[in-house]
């Protein structure tokens, strides 16, 4: 009888099969379109996207967002999107315009606008104008994710931040303020860029996720600086639309190094103001 038990017990499982896929589809590679097709990004993963003001950094992030709310019948992954426009310059009207564009790409005409209101639904905003309110956003985002889970049925899985250098300039300059404000406390770049880093592995701790996040910069071989050569062997999976010879893309790492070195980027997209296939528009 005992032997029978074990047996049955045996059988039934660990889990369910819907419980195994469900694992199983958390940690396979996210599907975007081009020019990340070729990156294979996962939950837990952190990837930057860097180049000049006029290389459609947002808009790949556009295309990725999208193809995360849609259904997976759309050609989408069926979850929420969590934007945080640092730069302050979103269009929320072109992202309507491509959503629309992508649904009436499966058939008709006219697009379901059932469907469209479930995407733009899914895709979730937060403007943030410095430091301090980005700091107080990521503090407070578990109970937000917690929230919009329980509304929309499905969770935040990837986290966009654009740009992640936007207030890099604002706080240096805030380090040399005059000595009549002594007094007050003073916001460091190094400071920032630690409280930064601790509030997105903690996040990805309780909820894992991928996040993407641009930066821009200046190229230029006379800012070069030998870490910038080379960024890891994750750079030759890219698309050779995305990255090619590195000299041509030598930049001056503007960052604290805390950000550079304590948050596990893999990899470093190079952007340059080209078009790809219809999907890069300055």
């Known amino acids: ?8 017990k045996w059988i039934e499982g660990d889990e369910s099969a819907a419980e195994m896929l469900s694992r199983v589809s958390s940690v396979r590679p996210f599907v975007f ?8 990004l996962r939950v837990g993963n952190v990837l930057e996207l860097v180049g000049p003001s006029p290389s459609a950094k947002t808009q790949i992030l556009i295309h990725a967002a999208i193809t995360s709310v849609l259904p997976k019948p759309y050609g989408g992954l069926d979850h929420l999107v969590l934007f945080l426009d640092l730069d302050c310059r979103f269009d929320i009207t072109r992202f309507s315009q491509l959503l629309i564009h992508r649904i009436t790409q499966h058939g008709t005409d006219s697009y379901d606008q059932a469907l469209y209101r479930l995407c733009m639904a899914r895709f979730l905003y937060v403007r943030c104008y410095d430091s301090f309110e980005f700091l107080h956003t990521l503090r407070t985002l578990h109970c937000r994710l917690e929230k919009e889970k329980e509304v929309h049925g499905v ?9 992640i250098g936007a207030f890099h300039w604002m706080d ?3 380090m040399f303020l005059s000595q009549r404000q002594t007094s007050k406390k003073k916001l460091f ?46 750079e030759e999976r890219c698309s050779k639309n995305m990255t090619r010879n590195h000299q041509n893309f030598q930049y001056r790492e503007y960052m604290p190094s805390v950000w550079q070195m304590s948050i ?13 296939n219809g999907y890069c528009q300055n």
């Open 172 to 174: 240096r300059a805030s």
């Open 189 to 234: 770049l190094q400071t920032v860029s630690e409280a930064v880093v601790q509030n997105i592995r903690k996040l990805l701790q309780v909820h894992p996720m991928l996040i993407m996040a641009t930066k821009s910069v200046i190229f230029g071989n006379r800012y070069s600086t030998a870490p910038n050569e080379v960024k890891g062997n994750m």
């Open 33 to 40: 379109p081009p020019p990340l097709h070729r990156v294979p």
């Open 264 to 276: 596990p980027v893999q990899p470093i997209i190079k952007t340059q103001p080209t078009r790809w």
């Open 1 to 8: 009888m005992k032997e029978k038990e074990e047996i049955e």
């Open 155 to 163: 969770g935040v899985h990837v986290l966009m931040i654009d740009s």
